[in-house]
């Protein structure tokens, strides 16, 4: 740090762990409930401290599955869960950022226009246009498919929108310098701007991999296939079920293992937020 | 917002926006259309028996008491989770960054709830606070506070305030993490030697180079509260008790999907998109214009 | 040369049963049933399947009723429907107004040539889903009707008899009273307050929801049900929520929580829930009987009504198709079947000869309350009143009781001005719903 204050420093440090307390709360109960056998998860009030059923109920997730209804098994589901949230997170940021450097640094005609028309894709949530697109997927014979699950959720702005933010605050002389050193467009892209946006490009991975995770309704409309089922979506639809009580346990069990690569994903990508990594300083 | 300084070609640029723009067409535009035309029409979910009405959904929506209440609840619920959420992810992200030591640990712990999926996180708030067998309301109870979110309006719509912004939190955290370590260290340094304290430096360097972030996650966290809070609604309250938490978005999917008026839903959505679009235009014209480039 | 001949012989019969196995139609069902309900599901089609070659059920479990719904819409919108899908009761009105979308049960036999008797079936179930004269439209599957439950133990303490249950509303509300002195968190607890509490209370009391016998004989109807009795009633339940002898808790089946957390001395609940309560509480601590009834509205209880789902036969898919779908229907419905689904879920057979077998098997003796759900739907031949509920809209219509209701336990309104507040609103709904079905 700058200069060393021991009382902001112990403040910082208490806030944060306060913050982390609050906020990690619902997912240690989460995990303690996961270790308890259904019965306990039906009284009340529900324990704050694991049970002893860590073993068992783990390893019937993640053998037989969640009962025999929507067991597909969970290595099956996992990967397709990282199948799409991959493909989703890479194919965002690839057609947002060469997206958004076009409407940045270049003038041309209608790109206030484009730049709306993509920004107005966050104006509509999914919910209300899910039918339609199941049409329009099914109608393109993609249904039952990765292409199906992954790409109509490309079609977002909060990429775009971001590394708009980021190019704009990116300061004039770079380019300038570029231009005069006789550099293309796109030399300047590759060369000084992609590096410059890694932190936007980890957090926007890091996001956008989870969003994709983490989609319930789209993979549960357009899959009939088991073959296709994602992790997330076994998981919430058991959490529904009619006229019978969940097997609290073992779907929070399940729960824990569709949360852990997403949060192995943020402890990977954390390298890159680390500041000196950054070539250019500014 | 321009650049001063830019490049000049002629197709390049309409090749760079071409594969965002033509699955926008597709996948957003083109269903889009047909969702918004059903707001035109009465008809039953299975699309057969499908009458034009033109503005009559929308008149009957004006005509609605619960719709205007519902309109009021969604200002309010949206203010409260876009500026608590910013708030406080703020604040953690600031105490985080001066943090060296533990820092990955609370990293990691602190974006932990965006991984919980929404569905999931509304069951997880539910069993915290059941009136019956959770471990929250039951403390409350210890300390005198008869907390039931079932038959209390207002303690529902806290409950769902929270939970709101607990799952929003890690987005916002994680962005103004990253916007805070893309600040060079010389700037803050040089602005340290000069003499300027904490907070000095941060109203007056940080902020406003924190500020493209800033504006981003306004307008990202406003849009959420409008749209993507619909799954914690749903999980915990539906709605209830009496309208105390029927905000605008649940209303459309409850009418679309299990009530299938999906002309209703439709008119609703596009008020909603019509509001929300207003909105985002008036930040990018008024509240741009403070943003530190 | 014997070699060879083995071999092309063995050549030719997998040849042929893989022609047999091509030849084999599937037939797609969509479900809502999750946890240990979908793998009873799973075994039923796997019965049918096992049973003969040439169609295959593939039962897809699609997540909650309105998710199944939606995903059986887009499909149809994009013309890949399932051949069937269950839809919740409340979905009646609308499901039948879909023209061209559905494939009416009645008619699906006659077409595939199949044997079908209606008689068979236990009145109130058919009743619910069929035309005012009779003519089945979609095919009962899982239905349930509420019953009381209690809580053995917080009776016992409360110096009751564990094995009495109240008769009547009064009674009760005594029983609940003094339970709740004696220590208990709760008196009494209601699930799906708008079935239980309104629909249910009407028919058990032979008072009409709605006119045109419920909406069976129209789409031009009013709702009726915020009469005298039901104003009164709901008013007591919100006098007995001052001191807990009432506690509302929560919409649809969260208040079951209550129960099974032994907070709560009394509980009405779907029959269905049943086995959730089993495995909570265990099979001694709890019991299971009738209704309670109020003396003051009727001499005696008329018979309850059901809720449920249904299974509906979309159009759109090729015909031949569809005599696989109806001889599966009837496997569904055959004896065997329905006493399998019957004992291990809790939901009601369809057929009294089900019912006869069940009880023959000795079944109700091993689990004494599991007729109880039988007894009240047949406890007399159903009237205008009590036949089940066609109403457009149903789902809406029933958030907004829910609302109301919600507004009387929260004080916020008392039980006349909640429940006329609630028809006005419903009769927009219904209004709304006549419009786009004109």
Not at chain 3, 206 to 211: E, R
Request: hydrophobic content about 50%; glycine content about 8%.
């Amino acid at each position: 740090m700058v200069e060393n204050r021991p009382f902001l420093t112990v403040l910082s440090h208490l806030v944060v762990l306060l913050g982390v307390a609050i906020i990690a709360f619902p997912v240690w109960m989460t995990f303690v409930a996961s270790t308890h056998s259904q019965q306990t998860m039906l009284q009340s009030p529900i324990p704050l401290l694991p049970g002893p059923y860590l073993f068992e109920n783990y390893k019937q997730v993640l053998t037989e599955g969640y009962g025999r209804v929507g067991s597909t098994a969970v290595t099956m589901t996992l990967t397709n869960s990282l199948i799409m949230a991959l493909g989703v997170a890479l194919g965002k940021i690839a057609i947002s950022i060469i997206s958004a450097f076009a409407i940045v640094y270049f003038r041309f005609p209608g790109r206030m226009y484009i730049f709306w028309a993509i920004f107005v894709t966050l104006m509509l949530p999914v919910e209300v246009r899910i039918v339609p697109t199941y049409g329009v997927v099914a109608n393109l014979g993609m249904l039952d498919s990765y292409g199906g699950l992954i790409i109509p959720l490309i079609a977002s702005a909060t990429a775009t929108f971001l590394f708009r933010q980021f190019f704009l605050s990116v300061p004039d002389e770079l380019t300038e310098a570029a231009r005069v050193d006789g550099a293309s467009p796109m030399r300047f892209f590759w060369d000084i701007l992609l590096p410059m946006s890694r932190t936007s490009i980890a957090a926007m991975f890091v996001i956008q991999f989870i969003y994709g995770w983490n989609q319930y309704l789209w993979p549960l409309l357009i899959t009939t296939k088991e073959s296709y089922y994602t992790v997330v979506m076994t998981v919430s639809r058991q959490a529904n079920v009619v006229d019978s009580v969940p097997a609290w346990n073992l779907l929070m069990a399940m729960a824990m293992l569709a949360m852990l690569p997403p949060v192995l994903v943020v402890v990977f990508m954390q390298r890159q937020f680390v500041r000196g990594l950054v070539e250019t300083e500014k | 917002m321009e650049k001063r300084v830019t490049f000049h070609e002629r197709w390049l640029p309409y090749l760079l926006v071409a594969p965002q723009m033509i699955i926008t067409l597709v996948f957003f535009f083109w269903p889009s259309g047909q969702a918004i035309y059903q707001s035109v029409l009465i008809e039953d979910a299975f699309g057969g028996n499908s009458k034009f009405v033109f503005l009559d959904n929308f008149i009957h929506l004006f005509n609605d008491d619960s719709y205007f209440a519902s309109v009021r609840l969604t200002v309010v619920f949206s203010f409260l989770v876009a500026t608590i959420g910013l708030a406080v992810s703020l604040l953690l992200a600031v105490m985080a960054d001066r943090v060296i030591r533990g820092a990955t640990a609370y990293k990691a712990f602190l974006v932990w709830p965006y991984a919980v999926a929404p569905a999931v996180a509304g069951v997880l708030w539910g069993f915290l606070f059941n009136p019956s067998v959770g471990i929250v309301a039951w403390m409350l109870q210890g300390i005198g506070i008869e907390f039931n979110y079932v038959t209390n309006g207002n303690q529902a719509l806290t409950l769902v305030v929270i939970a709101a912004v607990w799952n929003q939190i890690s987005y916002n955290f994680l962005f103004f993490l990253a916007g805070l370590q893309s600040i060079p260290k010389s700037l803050i340094e040089a602005a340290a030697i000069d003499g300027a304290g904490p907070g000095r430096r941060f109203w007056d360097i940080i902020f406003p180079l924190l500020s493209p972030t800033g504006f981003f996650l306004l307008v990202i966290n406003i849009i959420y509260s409008f749209f993507g809070t619909f799954g914690v609604v749903d999980a915990l309250t539906k709605g209830g008790p009496g309208q105390a938490t029927n905000i605008l978005v649940y209303k459309v999917y409850n009418d679309g999907f299990r009530g299938q008026d999906l002309g209703g839903s439709s008119a609703q959505s596009v008020i909603l998109m019509i509001v929300v679009i207003a909105l985002t235009f008036v930040q990018f014209r008024f509240i741009e214009r403070r943003v530190h480039y | 040369m014997t070699r060879i001949l083995l071999s092309s012989v063995a050549a030719a019969a997998v040849l042929v049963s893989a022609q047999g196995a091509v030849a084999q139609t599937e037939i797609q069902w969509w479900h809502a049933m999750g946890g240990n309900l979908g793998e009873v599901v799973n075994d039923l089609a796997a019965g049918f399947n096992k049973s003969q070659s040439e169609y295959k059920v593939n039962p897809v479990y699609k997540g909650s009723y309105t998710e199944t719904l939606t995903a059986a819409i887009a499909a149809f919108r994009a013309k890949q429907a399932p051949h069937i899908v269950q839809v919740f009761e409340v979905g009646t009105a609308n499901m039948m107004a879909a023209k061209g979308a559905v494939y009416p049960v009645y008619q699906l036999m006659a077409d595939a040539k199949e044997p079908f008797d209606p008689k068979s079936y236990i009145g109130p179930v058919y009743g619910y889903y069929s035309t005012t004269d009779g003519k089945l439209l979609s095919m009962p599957f899982n239905s349930s009707t509420p019953v009381l439950y209690w809580n053995k133990e917080l009776l016992s303490k409360a110096g009751l008899d564990p094995n009495k249950p109240p008769k009547t509303w009064p009674e009760l509300g005594e029983m609940a009273k003094k339970a709740v002195a004696a220590g208990a968190k709760c008196g009494f607890t209601p699930q799906w307050q708008t079935w239980t509490m309104i629909e249910n209370y009407g028919a058990w009391h032979n008072l009409p929801y709605a006119t045109k016998q419920n909406g069976f004989g129209g789409t031009d109807i009013e709702l009726k049900f915020n009469d005298a009795p039901r104003v009164k009633f709901i008013q007591m339940l919100a006098d007995w929520s001052k001191d807990k002898t009432f506690v509302y808790g929560g919409r649809e089946g969260k208040s079951t929580a209550l129960f099974t957390a032994g907070d709560c001395a009394f509980h009405i609940a779907s029959s269905a829930t049943a086995s959730a309560i089993d495995k909570a509480l265990g099979s001694d601590k709890f019991g299971m009987a009738m209704m309670p009834y109020s003396p003051d509205v009727a001499p005696k209880p008329q018979n309850s009504i059901i809720g449920g789902a249904t299974l509906w036969v979309l159009q759109g898919r090729p015909a031949a198709e569809y005599k696989g779908v109806a001889k599966f229907l009837n496997y569904l419905a055959s004896t065997p079947v329905q006493a399998k689904w019957h004992q291990e879920t809790g939901y009601v057979p369809v057929t009294l000869a089900a019912a006869e077998v069940t009880a023959k098997d000795g079944f109700y003796k091993k689990f004494p309350g599991r007729e109880i759900a039988v007894e009240e739907l047949t406890l007399n031949p159903p009237t205008d009143n009590s036949k089940g509920l066609r109403i457009g809209n149903f789902v809406q219509i029933r958030d907004i009781v829910d609302s109301e209701l919600e507004n009387v336990w929260s004080g916020k309104k008392d039980a006349k001005t909640a429940l006329d507040d609630a028809v006005k609103a419903g009769n927009e709904q219904l209004k709304r719903f006549e419009a786009a079905n004109k």
